[in-house]
Structure formats: C-alpha cells, structure tokens
C-alpha cells in the first residue's frame, strides 16, 4: 500500500539535521577568539638574558628590542643601527600608544649599548621602559 504523498514530505524532512544554529555558535566563536587574542611580536633573536632574584613576569610587552652580545640591535626581526632604534620604536608606539618597550640584552652586550637603547626609547616618549631577566630560581 502506498503512504500518501504528505507523509513523504513529513519524513525526509524529519531525518535531516539542521546545522545552521551550530555553525552560528563556532563563527561566533571564531570572531571571539580573534578579537580576544594577544599577537607577541617577537625581537628577532634568542639572547642569553642575566639571571636576576627579583625579576618579575611583565604582562604587557608590546615593544621588544633584543641587544646580542656581538652588540646587534634587533626590532621585529630585523637588525637595525643603533641610530634608527628612536625611529622605530617611535613608529610602534605610534601603533600601540599603551604599549611597554622591553629590552633584552644578552649577558655579554656592553651597558654602553644598553644605555644608548634605553636613552633612545625615552626619547621617543616610551618611558616604560624594561630589561628583561631570567628568574634566578
């Protein structure tokens, strides 16, 4: 015996699953986890940093500048005269006026170098600035 054409229509419907509430969820999720999240830039180079008692984690580092123990300076991976350092963290601070500049010297960069890095951050209006340490424990 044949089912009426209505019922036909009621099953095929009944069997399918609707995914379109499910695929609003994860591009809702999606959307959230791209404007939530924290893209590190990184220096450019691994510095062997000094060990320090008191160092402490800093949340906000927008700005790292790497110093290498050949006396290298390095911003956004790309290695820079010590002349062009004010420049270029004026232009990041442009970008993120919140931002901190951090600066990672090597145990075996001279302080000379790490002063004219820290004098040219200053004068570019980042005042916080940091040196980065490994914790000694």
């Known amino acids: 015996m044949r ?3 209505g019922n036909l ?3 095929d419907e009944a069997e399918e699953i609707n995914m379109t509430p499910m695929l609003d969820v ?3 999720m999606l959307i959230f986890f791209i404007v939530t999240a924290s893209f590190v830039k990184e220096a450019g180079i691994d510095v ?3 060990e320090a008692a008191t160092a402490v984690k800093k949340e906000r ?3 790292l500048v790497a ?3 050949k006396g290298e300076i390095w911003i956004n991976k790309r290695q820079i005269d010590v002349r062009a350092v004010q420049a270029n963290i004026e ?3 442009a970008e993120n006026p919140q931002g901190s500049v951090v600066i990672q010297a090597d145990k075996k960069a001279t302080t000379d170098m790490l002063i004219k890095v820290m004098d040219a951050s200053r004068a570019a209006g980042a ?3 940091s040196i980065a340490a490994q914790d000694a424990s």
């Open 3 to 5: 089912a009426p054409l």
């Open 9 to 11: 229509l009621q099953e």
């Open 26 to 28: 994860v591009f809702i």
């Open 48 to 50: 062997n940093r000094p």
């Open 61 to 63: 580092a927008n700005i």
């Open 67 to 69: 110093i290498s123990d």
């Open 91 to 93: 232009r990041l601070k």
């Open 127 to 129: 005042f916080d600035v």
